[in-house]
C-alpha cells in the first residue's frame, strides 16, 4: 500500500475470541510498516505468566485490571493493536480506544467461533468464561458482549470470510478510502 512506515491514528481490533484479531492485525501492520502489539502477548511477556496462569492466580477481575493497565501501555499512534475479547467490558477502556485511535470490531458467528477455538491448539491456554461447550460459550459471550463491541467501535467488520477481504476494509478505513 505505501513505502512509509505507518504513522496515523492507532488502530484497535476489538471481538471475541478466535475472531482474528491477531492474525488480521499482524496482516495490517505488515502492509501498514506499522508495530502491532497484541495486548494479550504483552500481558503474558510483562507478567511471564499466561492468560490461564494470571486468572488463575488472581481471578477475572485481577486479569481485567492487567488487561487494562496493557492497553494504556500500548496505545500509540502508527500501532495495530489487537485486544482481548474481554477488553471492550470496561467502559473506560471502550472510551479510551475511541478517544485514541480508530476501533474496529471483528465479527463472525458463534458457529465460526466455535470451530476455529475448537481448532486452536492454543485453547487450552484459553479459560471457559462459562463451562460451557465451546459454540455454547460463544453464543453466550457473544450476546452479552455484542453491544459492547457496538459500542466502542468506529467500523464493523465482517471477519467471517476471507483474511484479504478483512484486511482491505481496515486498510481503506483507515485510509480514509471508501470501499
Known sequence: MTSRKY????????GARAVGKTTVGQSVARKLKADFVDTDI?????????VAEIVAKEGWEGFRRHESAALKEVARPGRVIATGGGMVLAGHNRTFMR????????????????CRLSADPKAAQRPSLTGKSVVEEMTQILMEREEFYQSAAHHVV????????????????ASGREI
Do not use: C
Open 7 to 14: 504513522t496515523g491514528a492507532a488502530i484497535f481490533l476489538v
Open 42 to 50: 504483552y500481558m503474558g511477556e510483562i507478567h511471564q505468566l499466561t
Open 99 to 114: 478517544e485514541h485511535g480508530l476501533v474496529f470490531y471483528l465479527s463472525a458467528p458463534a458457529e465460526v467461533l466455535g
Open 158 to 173: 465482517d471477519a467471517s470470510g476471507r483474511l484479504e477481504d478483512a484486511v482491505d476494509f481496515i486498510l481503506a478505513k
